[in-house]
């Protein structure tokens, strides 16, 4: 039984009211406000119009009094049911924000203080028949958190203290919104003499012919019957696998042989093929209780020594050595809690079409909800998950927290082992690292407060019930520096920040705030075995930034501009801009460069990258979404308004890669890169044409290239190629005959020193089916589409147009609402702009 209907929201200050007369059957609440459950407090005061879109402007600073405030829910609902001697009856709360005290029917079951984990209160006596009122208190979050002045974490010294999400307190790519609320499902359970506790299933082996599942379950005998068992069942593939065994005791397992498996594989390998596990509990030949998982046979590990005894860092599946192609994943919306499940899905969506393997979830967000995980399952997309433990110390010193701690880290994995995406456990987010840059230099001067966690307890955990999927300390790690770039993952913040590395252990840290210090091509002096965070900022759509900026101050410079940029050193992002597109001088400018130089840096980056697989495995950049409408390092804005970056994303992480490695005064290097299990016959053309689209240089090849390999195809000089044209005013095109991965298109000087033409761009729209087509009479730069519409995809964006050629575009809708294609406007950096009427 859902109770999710007819809760009322209020709020009290702290100390001024008695909590068991606002707790009271009694008590009067018809002028409450009605809330939604799950939901939150925040959302709640939106939908009554209590406080203004905090998204919009500034008005997140007008709503911080909402977390001084004592909030009460309350509810009632009917219940009728007669419960026998064996039954029991549980009341779960599968979420609850974060300091809360439950009351049914005016009596106290209990407290909670961590919203990461489920809380369950046997109500088998305090239910009454009928009428039942149910209400929970959520304190403030500074009345339970102690302030230790000495304990180093950014955004707010209560924030390690809080098992809650630690973005709540403000990120440097969001605003500060400390959340409270019923956040996920209440339910009523009636159990019936015994409920299964956890399945865990798991890939034993694999071999040519077959696969071992082990299924391990424990259950929760509160009856003491002595009749039950369990019946197992594995179906898939127009197979199904039954076993059934009496129980003897609480705790069982079963071992499933299963003949010619489809295995599961990440979308560039194969299919992600799941079957489903059913586990019954029987009482004689009743069913008391079931568990339901769609289970996908794979296993997965990660190589940290190659053959040859150096040190890499490469998942392996089923054998298969993998390039991790990926983002870093953050909450979905500051206000997750009233989020749809259509925003998950979209997003890992579209996360699939930019051909990514893998996705991080971050430590400093929720470990996410269910959908999130099903839909990797479904999408063949890996699951690197971190413990949600972010930049800042932990008191490890304090029992209480520990304990606290330990009954999240349990609570998690059981929830999370039995999910196939799920890679790699990680201890926390840059904690060992930054913890040690600051000791060296003297900013703190105290041990590593969070390493019991880390390094004893979190460990000692999955070895007893994950103990075959690897357990990471921290991101990074690895090496003499925890950053270290030749052992374990590496977070690259030489571009963007700046650093100096690399770095050893105690040495001084160095930054450089210059155009040459923060460049991407940074990037190429990086021999990483795995890069798990880098990126760098582009702006926000403008249909997303024009809609929550005031009147009167959507222009380059204006105050609240700079408030959607929540990152401390704003100028990183100009000296970025300043050395590969020069520095903007209107908006429009910067809405061009910004999203020009975040989708050419990565592009030169992650290709960087992938030409030296396999000693590089893996790139996780940072980061996929957004959690509010502002500037970010994301590709992908609020308004799930791709960037530029995401359309260069599906091209520069296809499985198979054509690339130029070049800089000025170096050689043309053309490259091919397969992440692909089997081996790939083309035949490649590389031409260089002028931007009236006539052409300079052209050579065909005709290629062979193993699966899972990357080669070099050939070097040249410019001046050979180049036929006494000017640099500046070429573009190399690497096509495949058959059509195998899309075009690619190489400048061989910086934007700023290229020299285009004026072009004039031409569209026909087929309004009946979204679709249109495009061409220009000359070269034309960063052809962008827009249509002032959320959630709005075009099957390319933001790309380059030859000379005299044409391109046709689809346009989507992620939830398929009628698209506004009246309002299209077409432009580039060197046309004017088009509309569409």
């Known amino acids: 039984m859902l109770i999710n209907k007819k809760w009322k929201l209020n709020n009290f200050n702290p100390g001024k009211k008695n909590d068991l007369e606002i707790a009271s059957p009694k008590t009067l609440d018809r002028f409450w406000m009605s809330a939604d459950v799950p939901g939150d407090v925040h959302s709640t005061l939106i939908k009554h119009k209590v406080i203004d879109d905090p998204f919009y402007g500034h008005n997140d600073q007008k709503c911080q009094w909402i977390e001084d405030q004592d909030w009460w829910y309350r509810t009632t609902f009917e219940y009728k049911d007669e419960l026998a001697v064996d039954e029991r009856l549980d009341l779960i709360f599968e979420g609850l924000d974060t300091f809360a005290d439950v009351y049914l029917n005016g009596l106290k079951i209990g407290s909670t203080n961590n919203m990461f984990i489920p809380h369950t209160f046997d109500v088998t006596k305090e239910i009454v028949d009928g009428k039942n009122t149910l209400a929970v208190k959520f304190e403030p979050v500074s009345e339970h958190t102690i302030h230790n002045l000495e304990m180093w974490g950014n955004y707010g010294k209560e924030r390690p203290w809080a098992r809650k999400a630690q973005m709540n307190f403000g990120w440097d790519w969001g605003p500060r919104l400390v959340t409270a609320g019923i956040w996920k499902e209440v339910k009523l359970i009636k159990a019936n003499k015994a409920i299964i506790n956890n399945v865990y299933a798991k890939t034993l082996s694999i071999t040519d012919n077959t696969a071992e599942i082990k299924v391990e379950v424990e259950i929760d005998n509160f009856s003491n019957r002595e009749d039950l068992s369990l019946k197992v069942s594995f179906i898939g593939d127009e197979k199904v696998i039954e076993l059934e065994e009496i129980l003897i005791k609480d705790k069982d397992s079963f071992k499933l042989e299963v003949e010619n498996p489809k295995l599961w594989w990440t979308n560039d390998l194969g299919e992600p093929f799941l079957y489903e596990l059913k586990v019954e509990l029987l009482a004689g030949n009743e069913k008391i209780d079931s568990y339901q998982k769609e289970f996908g046979i794979r296993i997965v590990e990660v190589e940290q020594k190659n053959e040859n005894g150096e040190d890499v860092f490469t998942f392996v599946l089923n054998g298969v050595k993998l390039f991790a192609k990926g983002a870093n994943w953050i909450p979905v919306h500051n206000l997750f809690a009233s989020v749809e499940d259509s925003r998950y899905k979209?997003?890992?969506?579209?996360?699939?079409?930019?051909?990514?393997?893998?996705?991080?979830?971050?430590?400093?967000?929720?470990?996410?909800?269910?959908?999130?995980?099903?839909?990797?399952?479904?999408?063949?997309?890996?699951?690197?998950?971190?413990?949600?433990?972010?930049?800042?110390?932990?008191?490890?010193?304090?029992?209480?927290?520990?304990?606290?701690?330990?009954?999240?880290?349990?609570?998690?994995?059981?929830?999370?082992?039995?999910?196939?995406?799920?890679?790699?456990?990680?201890?926390?987010?840059?904690?060992?690292?930054?913890?040690?840059?600051?000791?060296?230099?003297?900013?703190?001067?105290?041990?590593?407060?969070?390493?019991?966690?880390?390094?004893?307890?979190?460990?000692?955990?999955?070895?007893?019930?994950?103990?075959?999927?690897?357990?990471?300390?921290?991101?990074?790690?690895?090496?003499?520096?925890?950053?270290?770039?030749?052992?374990?993952?590496?977070?690259?913040?030489?571009?963007?920040?700046?650093?100096?590395?690399?770095?050893?252990?105690?040495?001084?840290?160095?930054?450089?705030?210059?155009?040459?210090?923060?460049?991407?091509?940074?990037?190429?002096?990086?021999?990483?075995?795995?890069?798990?965070?880098?990126?760098?900022?582009?702006?926000?759509?403008?249909?997303?930034?024009?809609?929550?900026?005031?009147?009167?101050?959507?222009?380059?410079?204006?105050?609240?501009?700079?408030?959607r940029n929540k990152d401390v050193h704003h100028e990183k992002g100009i000296l970025l801009m300043e050395g590969y597109t020069g520095r903007p001088e209107n908006i429009d400018q910067y809405l061009n460069y910004s999203m020009l130089t975040q989708a050419v840096g990565l592009q030169y980056g992650i290709e960087h990258y992938r030409r030296r697989r396999p000693k590089t495995s893996g790139t996780l950049f940072w980061q996929l979404n957004d959690s509010w409408p502002g500037t970010s390092w994301s590709v992908i804005d609020y308004y799930l308004l791709p960037k530029a970056a995401y359309y260069y994303a599906k091209k520069f992480y296809h499985p198979f890669l054509l690339s130029i490695n070049h800089d000025q005064g170096s050689n043309i290097e053309f490259w091919l890169t397969n992440d692909f299990r089997e081996m790939i016959e083309d035949k490649i053309s590389f031409e260089i044409l002028d931007f009236e689209g006539s052409p300079i240089y052209e050579e065909e090849f005709v290629i062979k290239i193993d699966g899972a390999d990357s080669k070099l195809i050939k070097s040249y000089q410019e001046k050979e190629v180049l036929n006494s044209k000017s640099a500046s005013e070429a573009v190399i095109r690497l096509r495949s005959a058959d059509n195998l991965t899309p075009d690619k298109l190489y400048y061989l000087r910086d934007n700023k020193n290229l020299k285009f033409p004026e072009c004039n761009l031409e569209i026909e729209v087929d309004e009946l089916n979204n679709s249109l087509k495009i061409s220009s009479d000359k070269h034309a730069r960063l052809v962008k589409l827009e249509i002032p519409q959320a959630e709005t995809v075009f099957s390319d964006n933001y790309f380059d147009l030859v000379a005299g050629e044409e391109k046709e575009i689809k346009v989507r809708h992620l939830r398929k609402e009628k698209i506004k294609i009246d309002d299209l406007t077409v432009s580039s950096m060197n046309s004017k702009n088009l509309s569409y009427k």
């Not at 349990?410 to 995406?421: S, Y």
């Not at 390094?455 to 991101?475: G, T």
């Open 346 to 563: 979209s997003l890992v969506k579209l996360a699939w079409e930019a051909n990514m393997n893998m996705l991080r979830v971050w430590g400093g967000g929720i470990y996410e909800k269910d959908v999130f995980y099903e839909e990797c399952n479904k999408n063949g997309i890996l699951v690197w998950q971190d413990f949600m433990f972010a930049c800042a110390v932990y008191p490890d010193y304090n029992k209480n927290f520990m304990e606290n701690v330990k009954s999240e880290i349990e609570a998690v994995v059981k929830r999370l082992r039995n999910e196939t995406c799920l890679a790699i456990w990680c201890g926390n987010n840059e904690n060992h690292w930054i913890h040690e840059k600051k000791y060296t230099m003297g900013e703190v001067d105290y041990r590593f407060y969070g390493e019991k966690i880390y390094d004893k307890l979190m460990p000692e955990i999955l070895s007893e019930l994950d103990p075959d999927r690897l357990y990471w300390p921290s991101s990074p790690y690895g090496g003499n520096d925890h950053n270290d770039p030749n052992v374990g993952d590496q977070h690259n913040w030489q571009v963007w920040h700046g650093l100096i590395e690399p770095r050893k252990f105690g040495e001084e840290v160095k930054e450089d705030f210059s155009v040459e210090g923060v460049s991407f091509k940074n990037f190429k002096k990086d021999t990483a075995n795995f890069v798990s965070e880098f990126g760098m900022h582009a702006s926000a759509n403008k249909y997303t930034l024009s809609n929550n900026i005031p009147e009167g101050k959507y222009y380059w410079g204006s105050d609240e501009m700079d408030y």
